[in-house]
Protein backbone atom coordinates (compact mmCIF):
# COMPACT_ATOMS: atom_id res chain seq x y z
CA UNK A 1 0.00 0.00 0.00
CA UNK A 2 0.93 3.48 -1.11
CA UNK A 3 2.08 5.78 2.00
CA UNK A 4 -1.45 7.60 3.07
CA UNK A 5 -1.22 11.60 2.52
CA UNK A 6 -3.92 13.95 3.37
CA UNK A 7 -3.73 15.36 0.13
CA UNK A 8 -1.28 13.67 -2.36
CA UNK A 9 -0.08 16.57 -4.71
CA UNK A 10 2.59 14.73 -5.54
CA UNK A 11 0.63 11.90 -7.29
CA UNK A 12 -1.76 14.27 -8.76
CA UNK A 13 1.17 16.36 -10.30
CA UNK A 14 2.70 13.42 -11.81
CA UNK A 15 0.37 12.39 -14.25
CA UNK A 16 0.12 15.72 -15.70
CA UNK A 17 3.68 16.96 -15.41
CA UNK A 18 4.51 17.07 -19.09
CA UNK A 19 1.66 19.37 -19.55
CA UNK A 20 2.11 21.74 -16.46
CA UNK A 21 5.95 21.72 -17.07
CA UNK A 22 5.92 23.18 -20.88
CA UNK A 23 2.87 25.88 -19.72
CA UNK A 24 5.09 26.89 -16.52
CA UNK A 25 8.39 26.63 -18.93
CA UNK A 26 6.25 29.14 -21.63
CA UNK A 27 5.63 31.55 -19.27
CA UNK A 28 9.83 31.16 -18.19
CA UNK A 29 10.36 31.73 -21.73
CA UNK A 30 8.22 34.93 -22.39
CA UNK A 31 8.93 36.12 -19.29
CA UNK A 32 5.49 37.76 -18.95
CA UNK A 33 5.31 36.89 -15.00
CA UNK A 34 2.61 39.82 -13.90
CA UNK A 35 -0.63 39.97 -15.67
CA UNK A 36 0.52 38.03 -18.79
CA UNK A 37 -1.65 36.02 -21.81
CA UNK A 38 -1.88 32.96 -19.13
CA UNK A 39 -3.50 34.80 -16.37
CA UNK A 40 -6.00 36.42 -19.00
CA UNK A 41 -6.25 32.55 -20.85
CA UNK A 42 -7.24 31.42 -17.31
CA UNK A 43 -9.52 33.73 -16.52
CA UNK A 44 -12.02 33.63 -19.72
CA UNK A 45 -11.72 29.44 -18.99
CA UNK A 46 -13.12 29.89 -16.10
CA UNK A 47 -15.36 32.23 -16.79
CA UNK A 48 -16.81 29.66 -19.44
CA UNK A 49 -16.73 26.52 -16.96
CA UNK A 50 -18.67 28.23 -14.21
CA UNK A 51 -21.28 30.09 -16.62
CA UNK A 52 -20.57 33.93 -15.38
CA UNK A 53 -19.83 36.60 -16.55
CA UNK A 54 -16.46 38.15 -15.04
CA UNK A 55 -13.57 36.20 -13.17
CA UNK A 56 -10.96 38.65 -11.35
CA UNK A 57 -7.92 36.67 -10.70
CA UNK A 58 -6.09 37.83 -7.16
CA UNK A 59 -3.58 36.65 -5.06
CA UNK A 60 -5.46 34.13 -2.47
CA UNK A 61 -9.09 33.34 -0.93
CA UNK A 62 -8.12 35.38 1.35
CA UNK A 63 -7.96 38.93 -0.35
CA UNK A 64 -10.83 37.70 -2.74
CA UNK A 65 -13.29 37.77 0.00
CA UNK A 66 -11.45 41.11 1.40
CA UNK A 67 -12.15 42.77 -2.24
CA UNK A 68 -15.42 41.90 -2.46
CA UNK A 69 -16.41 43.55 0.46
CA UNK A 70 -14.25 46.29 -0.43
CA UNK A 71 -16.47 46.21 -3.96
CA UNK A 72 -19.62 46.25 -2.13
CA UNK A 73 -18.64 49.94 -0.06
CA UNK A 74 -19.91 48.48 3.09
CA UNK A 75 -19.05 51.39 5.57
CA UNK A 76 -18.01 50.85 9.20
CA UNK A 77 -20.24 49.22 11.37
CA UNK A 78 -21.94 47.44 8.94
CA UNK A 79 -23.05 43.85 10.32
CA UNK A 80 -22.45 40.86 8.19
CA UNK A 81 -23.77 37.57 9.11
CA UNK A 82 -21.33 34.06 8.75
CA UNK A 83 -21.09 30.60 9.63
CA UNK A 84 -19.82 30.32 13.56
CA UNK A 85 -18.42 27.10 12.31
CA UNK A 86 -15.83 27.77 9.04
CA UNK A 87 -12.58 28.84 8.58
CA UNK A 88 -11.29 32.02 9.99
CA UNK A 89 -10.49 34.15 7.07
CA UNK A 90 -14.17 34.82 6.77
CA UNK A 91 -14.75 36.37 9.19
CA UNK A 92 -11.38 38.13 9.59
CA UNK A 93 -11.61 40.31 6.35
CA UNK A 94 -15.27 41.39 8.19
CA UNK A 95 -13.28 42.43 11.27
CA UNK A 96 -10.09 44.02 9.25
CA UNK A 97 -12.82 46.13 7.03
CA UNK A 98 -13.96 47.47 10.25
CA UNK A 99 -17.59 45.97 9.46
CA UNK A 100 -19.19 44.02 12.08
CA UNK A 101 -18.92 39.88 11.86
CA UNK A 102 -22.22 38.84 13.52
CA UNK A 103 -21.74 34.78 13.40
CA UNK A 104 -24.83 32.26 13.60
CA UNK A 105 -24.89 28.67 14.18
CA UNK A 106 -25.08 25.91 11.24
CA UNK A 107 -27.30 22.78 10.13
CA UNK A 108 -26.17 20.00 12.38
CA UNK A 109 -26.43 17.72 9.07
CA UNK A 110 -24.91 19.58 6.29
CA UNK A 111 -22.34 21.99 8.45
CA UNK A 112 -23.73 24.86 6.50
CA UNK A 113 -25.23 28.40 7.80
CA UNK A 114 -28.48 28.02 9.89
CA UNK A 115 -31.47 29.50 7.72
CA UNK A 116 -33.47 29.92 10.73
CA UNK A 117 -30.70 31.23 12.92
CA UNK A 118 -29.60 34.15 9.66
CA UNK A 119 -33.06 35.23 9.67
CA UNK A 120 -32.79 35.72 14.05
CA UNK A 121 -29.31 37.47 13.69
CA UNK A 122 -30.72 40.20 11.15
CA UNK A 123 -30.93 43.99 12.43
CA UNK A 124 -31.40 46.87 10.68
CA UNK A 125 -27.58 47.42 10.30
CA UNK A 126 -27.55 43.64 8.65
CA UNK A 127 -25.83 44.60 5.07
CA UNK A 128 -24.55 41.43 4.09
CA UNK A 129 -24.76 37.30 4.14
CA UNK A 130 -21.50 35.56 3.83
CA UNK A 131 -22.22 31.87 3.36
CA UNK A 132 -19.66 29.20 3.29
CA UNK A 133 -20.42 26.17 0.91
CA UNK A 134 -18.25 24.23 3.65
CA UNK A 135 -16.35 21.03 2.92
CA UNK A 136 -17.52 20.95 -0.61
CA UNK A 137 -20.95 21.32 -0.35
CA UNK A 138 -23.42 24.72 -1.32
CA UNK A 139 -25.31 25.71 1.70
CA UNK A 140 -28.89 26.43 0.87
CA UNK A 141 -28.66 29.33 -1.34
CA UNK A 142 -32.26 29.61 -2.77
CA UNK A 143 -33.25 30.58 1.03
CA UNK A 144 -30.57 32.42 1.36
CA UNK A 145 -30.88 34.46 -1.50
CA UNK A 146 -34.55 34.65 -0.60
CA UNK A 147 -33.72 35.96 2.87
CA UNK A 148 -31.29 38.68 0.85
CA UNK A 149 -34.15 39.76 -1.46
CA UNK A 150 -36.45 40.51 1.31
CA UNK A 151 -34.54 42.80 3.51
CA UNK A 152 -32.00 44.34 0.99
CA UNK A 153 -29.18 41.98 1.34
CA UNK A 154 -25.76 41.55 -0.53
CA UNK A 155 -24.48 37.27 -0.77
CA UNK A 156 -21.05 36.99 -0.56
CA UNK A 157 -20.44 33.32 -1.54
CA UNK A 158 -17.34 32.18 0.02
CA UNK A 159 -17.01 29.15 -2.40
CA UNK A 160 -12.81 28.73 -1.48
CA UNK A 161 -14.30 24.59 -0.85
CA UNK A 162 -16.42 23.90 -3.53
CA UNK A 163 -15.49 24.96 -7.02
CA UNK A 164 -17.18 22.98 -9.11
CA UNK A 165 -19.92 22.37 -7.11
CA UNK A 166 -23.57 22.77 -9.00
CA UNK A 167 -26.81 23.88 -6.90
CA UNK A 168 -29.71 22.74 -7.93
CA UNK A 169 -32.92 25.18 -7.41
CA UNK A 170 -36.61 23.60 -6.24
CA UNK A 171 -37.42 24.26 -10.06
CA UNK A 172 -34.47 22.56 -11.18
CA UNK A 173 -32.78 25.17 -12.67
CA UNK A 174 -29.01 24.74 -11.98
CA UNK A 175 -26.44 26.95 -11.23
CA UNK A 176 -22.82 26.54 -10.56
CA UNK A 177 -21.85 27.49 -6.59
CA UNK A 178 -20.42 30.50 -7.06
CA UNK A 179 -22.26 32.10 -9.10
CA UNK A 180 -25.65 32.64 -7.13
CA UNK A 181 -24.71 35.50 -5.10
CA UNK A 182 -24.23 38.86 -6.01
CA UNK A 183 -20.27 38.00 -5.75
CA UNK A 184 -17.72 35.29 -4.59
CA UNK A 185 -14.70 34.59 -3.97
CA UNK A 186 -12.50 31.31 -4.24
CA UNK A 187 -9.29 30.13 -3.49
CA UNK A 188 -6.79 28.78 -5.25
CA UNK A 189 -4.46 27.26 -2.14
CA UNK A 190 -2.82 24.26 -3.03
CA UNK A 191 -4.43 21.77 -1.09
CA UNK A 192 -8.27 23.21 -2.63
CA UNK A 193 -10.48 21.34 -5.06
CA UNK A 194 -8.50 23.61 -7.72
CA UNK A 195 -5.00 24.23 -6.36
CA UNK A 196 -2.38 25.85 -7.87
CA UNK A 197 1.61 25.63 -6.86
CA UNK A 198 1.22 28.67 -4.62
CA UNK A 199 -1.42 31.42 -3.35
CA UNK A 200 -3.66 32.38 -5.91
CA UNK A 201 -7.67 33.30 -5.54
CA UNK A 202 -10.13 34.47 -7.55
CA UNK A 203 -13.70 37.09 -7.54
CA UNK A 204 -16.68 36.00 -9.56
CA UNK A 205 -19.45 38.06 -10.23
CA UNK A 206 -22.59 38.25 -13.03
CA UNK A 207 -22.45 41.97 -12.12
CA UNK A 208 -20.50 44.71 -15.06
CA UNK A 209 -20.56 47.84 -12.54
CA UNK A 210 -19.25 45.56 -9.67
CA UNK A 211 -16.92 44.15 -11.85
CA UNK A 212 -15.13 47.19 -12.98
CA UNK A 213 -15.14 48.56 -9.56
CA UNK A 214 -13.16 45.11 -8.64
CA UNK A 215 -10.69 45.09 -11.36
CA UNK A 216 -9.62 48.40 -10.00
CA UNK A 217 -9.31 47.23 -6.23
CA UNK A 218 -6.87 44.63 -6.90
CA UNK A 219 -4.69 46.98 -8.44
CA UNK A 220 -3.86 50.49 -6.41
CA UNK A 221 -7.93 51.71 -7.12
CA UNK A 222 -6.59 52.12 -10.99
CA UNK A 223 -9.05 52.37 -13.67
CA UNK A 224 -6.79 54.71 -15.52
CA UNK A 225 -2.70 54.47 -15.14
CA UNK A 226 -1.73 56.71 -12.38
CA UNK A 227 -5.00 57.95 -11.55
CA UNK A 228 -6.45 56.14 -8.02
CA UNK A 229 -9.96 56.41 -7.85
CA UNK A 230 -10.51 54.72 -4.67
CA UNK A 231 -8.75 52.91 -1.96
CA UNK A 232 -7.38 49.49 -3.29
CA UNK A 233 -5.32 46.50 -2.44
CA UNK A 234 -2.51 44.89 -4.60
CA UNK A 235 -3.81 41.40 -4.90
CA UNK A 236 -2.51 39.54 -8.23
CA UNK A 237 -2.76 35.86 -9.41
CA UNK A 238 0.92 35.44 -11.16
CA UNK A 239 1.33 34.09 -14.85
CA UNK A 240 3.27 30.92 -13.27
CA UNK A 241 -0.04 29.93 -11.18
CA UNK A 242 -2.44 30.68 -13.77
CA UNK A 243 -0.23 28.55 -16.10
CA UNK A 244 -1.07 25.64 -13.98
CA UNK A 245 -4.24 26.67 -13.16
CA UNK A 246 -5.63 26.67 -17.02
CA UNK A 247 -4.25 23.12 -16.92
CA UNK A 248 -5.71 21.76 -14.07
CA UNK A 249 -9.29 23.44 -15.12
CA UNK A 250 -9.19 21.37 -17.87
CA UNK A 251 -9.00 18.21 -14.84
CA UNK A 252 -11.87 19.66 -12.34
CA UNK A 253 -14.40 17.63 -13.18
CA UNK A 254 -12.47 14.62 -13.43
CA UNK A 255 -10.70 15.16 -10.19
CA UNK A 256 -14.05 16.20 -8.32
CA UNK A 257 -15.66 13.03 -9.40
CA UNK A 258 -12.49 11.36 -8.01
CA UNK A 259 -13.45 12.51 -4.69
CA UNK A 260 -16.98 11.85 -5.12
CA UNK A 261 -16.05 8.07 -5.63
CA UNK A 262 -13.59 8.23 -2.76
CA UNK A 263 -16.40 9.50 -0.54
CA UNK A 264 -18.77 6.75 -1.91
CA UNK A 265 -16.30 3.99 -0.85
CA UNK A 266 -15.83 5.50 2.70
CA UNK A 267 -19.81 6.19 2.99
CA UNK A 268 -20.06 2.51 2.24
CA UNK A 269 -18.07 1.27 4.53
CA UNK A 270 -19.04 3.32 7.51
CA UNK A 271 -22.71 2.21 6.81
CA UNK A 272 -25.32 1.56 9.22
CA UNK A 273 -22.26 1.78 11.93
CA UNK A 274 -24.50 3.44 14.89
CA UNK A 275 -21.92 5.57 16.52
CA UNK A 276 -20.57 6.60 12.97
CA UNK A 277 -22.45 9.40 11.41
CA UNK A 278 -20.97 10.06 7.34
CA UNK A 279 -21.71 13.40 5.50
CA UNK A 280 -24.76 14.10 4.93
CA UNK A 281 -25.31 14.98 1.43
CA UNK A 282 -28.38 17.24 0.17
CA UNK A 283 -29.94 17.54 -3.08
CA UNK A 284 -28.56 15.66 -6.20
CA UNK A 285 -25.29 14.36 -6.73
CA UNK A 286 -23.18 17.59 -7.98
CA UNK A 287 -24.20 19.40 -4.67
CA UNK A 288 -21.27 18.38 -3.32
CA UNK A 289 -17.73 18.23 -4.22
CA UNK A 290 -16.22 16.78 -1.23
CA UNK A 291 -13.11 19.36 -0.49
CA UNK A 292 -13.60 17.19 2.71
CA UNK A 293 -14.44 14.45 3.95
CA UNK A 294 -16.04 15.07 7.79
CA UNK A 295 -17.88 12.06 9.95
CA UNK A 296 -19.31 12.70 12.93
CA UNK A 297 -18.04 10.79 15.78
CA UNK A 298 -20.48 9.86 18.40
CA UNK A 299 -19.69 8.02 21.84
CA UNK A 300 -16.07 7.75 21.23
CA UNK A 301 -12.57 9.73 22.18
CA UNK A 302 -12.99 11.79 18.83
CA UNK A 303 -9.26 13.15 19.91
CA UNK A 304 -8.59 9.19 21.39
CA UNK A 305 -9.19 8.24 18.00
CA UNK A 306 -6.94 11.27 16.19
CA UNK A 307 -4.21 9.63 18.00
CA UNK A 308 -4.71 6.26 16.83
CA UNK A 309 -4.91 7.03 13.86
CA UNK A 310 -1.69 9.21 13.43
CA UNK A 311 0.20 5.92 15.20
CA UNK A 312 -1.17 3.98 12.09
CA UNK A 313 0.35 6.65 9.76
CA UNK A 314 -3.37 7.45 8.46
CA UNK A 315 -3.34 11.99 8.38
CA UNK A 316 -6.57 12.93 9.57
CA UNK A 317 -7.69 16.70 10.53
CA UNK A 318 -10.06 18.15 12.82
CA UNK A 319 -12.26 21.36 11.33
CA UNK A 320 -12.41 23.09 13.08
CA UNK A 321 -11.36 22.57 16.43
CA UNK A 322 -12.82 25.77 18.31
CA UNK A 323 -15.87 27.59 17.26
CA UNK A 324 -15.00 31.18 15.95
CA UNK A 325 -17.57 33.25 18.57
CA UNK A 326 -14.71 31.65 21.38
CA UNK A 327 -11.65 32.83 19.45
CA UNK A 328 -9.91 35.66 21.45
CA UNK A 329 -10.10 37.94 18.22
CA UNK A 330 -13.75 37.22 17.47
CA UNK A 331 -15.42 37.27 21.13
CA UNK A 332 -18.12 39.47 21.35
CA UNK A 333 -20.28 40.66 24.28
CA UNK A 334 -23.57 39.68 22.29
CA UNK A 335 -22.66 35.96 21.74
CA UNK A 336 -24.84 33.95 23.69
CA UNK A 337 -23.33 29.99 24.14
CA UNK A 338 -26.98 28.97 23.79
CA UNK A 339 -27.21 30.19 20.34
CA UNK A 340 -23.97 27.77 19.20
CA UNK A 341 -25.40 24.41 20.49
CA UNK A 342 -24.72 22.54 16.87
CA UNK A 343 -21.02 23.91 16.34
CA UNK A 344 -20.57 23.62 20.20
CA UNK A 345 -21.39 19.51 19.62
CA UNK A 346 -19.91 19.57 16.22
CA UNK A 347 -16.27 20.62 17.49
CA UNK A 348 -16.03 17.80 19.67
CA UNK A 349 -17.29 15.39 17.52
CA UNK A 350 -15.77 16.32 14.18
CA UNK A 351 -13.19 14.11 12.07
CA UNK A 352 -11.50 14.95 8.32
CA UNK A 353 -10.48 11.97 6.68
CA UNK A 354 -8.25 11.24 4.23
CA UNK A 355 -9.44 13.25 0.87
CA UNK A 356 -7.76 13.63 -2.72
CA UNK A 357 -8.04 12.43 -6.50
CA UNK A 358 -5.34 9.63 -6.04
CA UNK A 359 -7.04 7.64 -3.35
CA UNK A 360 -6.93 4.66 -3.70
CA UNK A 361 -8.72 1.44 -3.02
CA UNK A 362 -6.20 -0.22 -0.30
CA UNK A 363 -5.89 2.67 1.25
CA UNK A 364 -9.61 3.43 2.07
CA UNK A 365 -9.77 -0.34 3.22
CA UNK A 366 -7.15 0.51 5.56
CA UNK A 367 -8.39 3.97 6.66
CA UNK A 368 -11.98 2.81 7.16
CA UNK A 369 -11.09 -0.84 8.67
CA UNK A 370 -8.99 1.14 11.74
CA UNK A 371 -11.29 3.43 12.49
CA UNK A 372 -13.54 0.71 12.85
CA UNK A 373 -12.04 -1.39 15.10
CA UNK A 374 -10.87 1.69 17.35
CA UNK A 375 -14.29 2.35 17.78
CA UNK A 376 -15.75 -1.06 18.47
CA UNK A 377 -12.62 -1.54 20.81
CA UNK A 378 -13.28 1.17 23.02
CA UNK A 379 -16.58 1.20 24.17
C1 LIG B 1 -9.01 28.31 2.20
C2 LIG B 1 -10.15 29.14 2.61
C3 LIG B 1 -10.09 30.55 2.57
C4 LIG B 1 -8.83 31.32 2.34
O1 LIG B 1 -8.13 31.03 1.21
P1 LIG B 1 -6.56 31.44 1.10
O2 LIG B 1 -6.27 31.30 -0.34
O3 LIG B 1 -5.81 30.50 1.96
O4 LIG B 1 -6.43 32.86 1.56
C5 LIG B 1 -11.23 31.26 2.87
N1 LIG B 1 -12.37 30.64 3.21
C6 LIG B 1 -12.46 29.31 3.31
C7 LIG B 1 -13.76 28.69 3.68
C8 LIG B 1 -11.36 28.52 3.01
O5 LIG B 1 -11.46 27.19 3.09
Known sequence: MKKIQMVDLKGQYQKIKNVVDASI??????????????????????????????????????????????????????????????????????????????????????????????????????????????FGQCANMEAIMEIAKAHNLFVIEDNAQAIGATYTFSDGRKAKAGTIGHVASTSFFPSKNLGCYGDGGAIFTNDDDLA???????????????????????????????????????????????????????????????????????????????????????????????????????????YYPIPLHLQKAYKDSRYKEEDFPVTTQLVKEVISLPMHTELEDDQIEFITSTIINFINDHK
Open 25 to 134: QEVLDTTAYINGPKVHQFQKNLENYLGIKHVIPCANGTDALQIAMMGLDLKPGDEVITADFTFAATVEVIALLHLTPVLVDVDPKTFNIDIEAIKKAITPKTKAIVPVHL
Open 212 to 318: HQLRGIVNHGMYERYHHDVVGVNSRLDSIQAAVLDTKLEHLDRYNAARLKAADAYDKAFKDHKDIVTPFREGSEDNHVFHQYTLKVKGTNRDALVKHLNEKEIPCGV
